[in-house]
């Protein structure tokens, strides 16, 4: 059966068809690269996915239960967990903090919470700045805290948008050491990237986006040598 469906999903801004009658189904426990060019609507459809628009038309559904339209803190109580393209952390609060208040968000009491915050930021080579300044931090630290925040709770879906831009190579490869692993232990993920390389050594299957369509959705090595793909990325820009 499928997990996370997406039919006939629609968004428009103005005269800008941003996302348009996108269509695919994911099962339990896929690892999806969503990919396309500059203004594909990659963001638009993470946007919609996560509650922050309603689409014009179309529907999303997990499992059996429709999620489109309802409100942000209604998908995250889904389990829906997200790092943003633009990262999001509180710069004027701690490390630990950070992780704790995202545990709060998810329903757990302080001691679980400084339990598994404790245990992430040991995982992602945080833990020696677990008292500093979330602001202080580099832009790969701050990218890794906020995928560690993804995990405080036990999350359905985390939804990756561009967790690898401008994040040096050691980070990098922790960031994609967690994904993987998790992925082993049956966690779903859809990925927004355009570092090619890093879809194609984690994602087993890529949908692409071209002026709001889906233009392609396969094997992500078949997607790459596709034609269409390869021209839509050549041509730049959406529309
Ligand atoms: N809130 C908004 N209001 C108006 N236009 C928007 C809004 N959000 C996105 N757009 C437009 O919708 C189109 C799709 O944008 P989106 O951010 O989804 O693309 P993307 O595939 O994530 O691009 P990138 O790879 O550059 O991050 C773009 O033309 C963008 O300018
Ligand atoms: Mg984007």
């Given at each position: 059966m499928s997990y996370l469906t997406f039919d006939g999903v629609?968004?428009?801004?103005?005269?800008?068809?941003?996302v348009a009658n996108v269509s695919f189904r994911m099962?339990?426990?896929?690892?999806?690269?969503?990919?396309?060019?500059?203004?594909?609507?990659?963001?638009?459809?993470?946007?919609?996915?996560?509650?922050?628009y309603a689409?014009?038309?179309g529907s999303i559904s997990l499992e059996d239960t429709a999620i489109h339209g309802l409100k942000p803190d209604q998908v995250a109580h889904r389990g829906f967990a997200r790092m943003f393209?633009?990262?999001?952390v509180f710069r004027r609060m701690s490390v630990m903090?950070?992780?704790l208040v995202a545990g709060y968000a998810v329903g757990l009491d302080h001691a679980a919470a400084a339990k598994n915050a404790a245990r992430l930021t040991e995982e992602l080579g945080l833990s020696h700045l677990n008292d500093e300044d979330a602001g202080r931090l580099s832009g790969g630290q701050q990218k890794l805290l906020e995928f560690g925040g993804c995990f405080m709770g036990e999350p359905t879906v985390v939804l990756l948008d561009e967790p690898f831009a401008a994040i040096h190579p050691s980070m990098k490869e922790i960031l994609a050491r967690r994904i993987k692993e998790r992925h082993d232990e049956g966690?779903?993920?859809?990925?927004?990237?355009?570092d090619i390389p890093a879809v194609l050594e984690l994602c087993p299957r890529a949908v692409v986006m071209n002026a709001g369509e889906v233009i392609a959705d396969d094997a992500t090595e078949r997607v790459l040598n596709d034609e269409r793909v390869i021209e839509a990325y050549l041509g730049g820009t959406a529309g």
């Open positions: 629609s968004k428009r801004f103005g005269g800008l068809q941003a099962a339990r426990g896929e690892l999806l690269a969503l990919i396309g060019p500059n203004g594909s609507g990659k963001t638009t459809l993470l946007n919609i996915l996560s509650g922050y689409p014009d038309s393209q633009l990262t999001r903090d950070n992780l966690q779903t993920f859809i990925i927004v990237s355009h």
